[in-house]
């Protein structure tokens, strides 16, 4: 069977990806934020996983607000992605793992999730930023899966759903036929307003406790519903949903985990940045 060696959540700000093409890494603004991978890159290094499980959320790319699945899922050979507007330089395709990919499907849909299958789908900087940033060099080398969760248009997904939804989906890795090894990747986040009369909303104690308890509490935010989660951490911070997915894969099983390192910095473009990576423990 797989094996899943823990997870990562990371943030997916456009700016950091134009950073990471102009070589911005030491820049006093920068630093701080990109001085949180070296430890988790040498921990991916050494542990070699072969597929990223990445949950992300489209910004209108692959998904509009005229079609806003709840959830959905690729089942591509590859992804690519293409000019959002931000000014990121557009990535060679991210390799699919169709295999894994319909057996995570038949597995939700068996467990009762309604899923959106996606055998073509553009993936944007919530899925290209994060992985060039967990293996910065030209070619990705691991093969992927995305799976989207909407946090755009409301009705959104309850915290306690997606986190049932990453459980499932961890579940399904550990089941699948394969020796390869396998990373969940939760992006977004973290707390940031954008828009509107609290554009700029930052809620550090709250990212914080969030991030604490990922390890050792890791249902703690799902006792808040979708409006209380936007009413601490702003309209766009409900992107933390995909860190939750992210540890709800871990939690299969004994579901104990080892921090492998963290860093939180802000803000970034008005946004909360945090990375953690989390061993899965037998």
Same mark, same amino acid.
């Given at each position: 069977?797989?094996?899943?060696?823990?997870?990562?959540?990371?943030?997916?700000?456009?700016?950091?990806?134009?950073?990471?093409?102009?070589?911005?890494?030491?820049?006093?603004?920068?630093?701080?934020?990109?001085?949180?991978?070296?430890?988790?890159?040498?921990?991916?290094?050494?542990?070699?996983?072969?597929?990223?499980?990445?949950?992300?959320?489209?910004?209108?790319?692959?998904?509009?607000?005229?079609?806003?699945?709840?959830?959905?899922?690729?089942?591509?050979?590859?992804?690519?992605?293409?000019?959002?507007?931000?000014?990121?330089?557009? /990535?060679?395709?991210? %390799? #699919?793992?169709?295999?894994? +990919? *319909?057996?995570?499907?038949?597995?939700? &849909?068996?467990?009762?999730?309604?899923?959106?299958?996606?055998?073509?789908?553009?993936?944007?900087?919530?899925?290209?930023?994060?992985?060039?940033?967990?293996?910065?060099?030209?070619?990705?080398?691991?093969?992927?899966?995305?799976?989207?969760?909407?946090?755009?248009?409301?009705?959104?997904?309850?915290?306690?759903?997606?986190?049932? /939804?990453?459980?499932? %989906? #961890?579940?399904?890795?550990? +089941? *699948?036929?394969?020796?390869?090894?396998? &990373?969940?990747?939760?992006?977004?986040?973290?707390?940031?307003?954008?828009?509107?009369?609290?554009?700029?909303?930052?809620?550090?104690?709250?990212?914080?406790?969030?991030?604490?308890?990922?390890?050792?509490?890791?249902?703690?935010?799902?006792?808040?519903?979708?409006?209380?989660?936007?009413?601490?951490?702003?309209?766009?911070?409900?992107?933390?949903?995909?860190?939750?997915?992210?540890?709800?894969?871990?939690?299969?099983?004994?579901?104990? &985990?080892?921090?492998?390192?963290?860093?939180?910095?802000?803000?970034?473009?008005?946004?909360?940045?945090?990375?953690?990576?989390?061993?899965?423990?037998?």
């Amino acid at each position: 069977m797989a094996q899943l060696i823990g997870g990562v959540a990371t943030s997916h700000i456009p700016s950091i990806g134009n950073a990471i093409a102009k070589g911005l890494q030491q820049d006093p603004y920068w630093k701080p934020f990109f001085d949180g991978f070296p430890p988790i890159r040498q921990w991916l290094g050494e542990q070699k996983p072969d597929v990223a499980v990445v949950f992300y959320n489209d910004h209108g790319l692959n998904f509009f607000l005229d079609k806003m699945p709840t959830f959905a899922i690729g089942a591509a050979p590859e992804y690519r992605n293409a000019d959002e507007g931000w000014g990121i330089p557009t /990535l060679p395709p991210h %390799v #699919g793992e169709p295999d894994l +990919s *319909w057996h995570l499907i038949n597995h939700l &849909v068996e467990h009762e999730f309604d899923l959106v299958t996606c055998q073509e789908m553009l993936v944007d900087h919530a899925f290209t930023v994060p992985l060039k940033l967990l293996w910065p060099q030209e070619h990705c080398p691991v093969t992927t899966v995305p799976i989207c969760i909407n946090t755009v248009q409301f009705p959104l997904p309850s915290a306690k759903r997606v986190y049932a /939804l990453g459980k499932a %989906v #961890g579940a399904a890795i550990q +089941s *699948w036929d394969s020796d390869k090894r396998v &990373v969940v990747v939760g992006t977004g986040g973290l707390s940031h307003q954008l828009d509107g009369e609290r554009a700029g909303f930052i809620n550090k104690a709250f990212d914080l406790q969030f991030m604490d308890s990922l390890q050792n509490n890791p249902e703690w935010a799902t006792q808040f519903s979708i409006h209380e989660l936007v009413e601490k951490t702003g309209t766009q911070g409900v992107e933390l949903l995909m860190w939750l997915a992210m540890r709800g894969a871990l939690s299969t099983g004994g579901g104990t &985990v080892r921090k492998v390192h963290g860093n939180y910095h802000i803000p970034i473009s008005n946004t909360a940045t945090g990375v953690l990576a989390l061993a899965s423990e037998a």
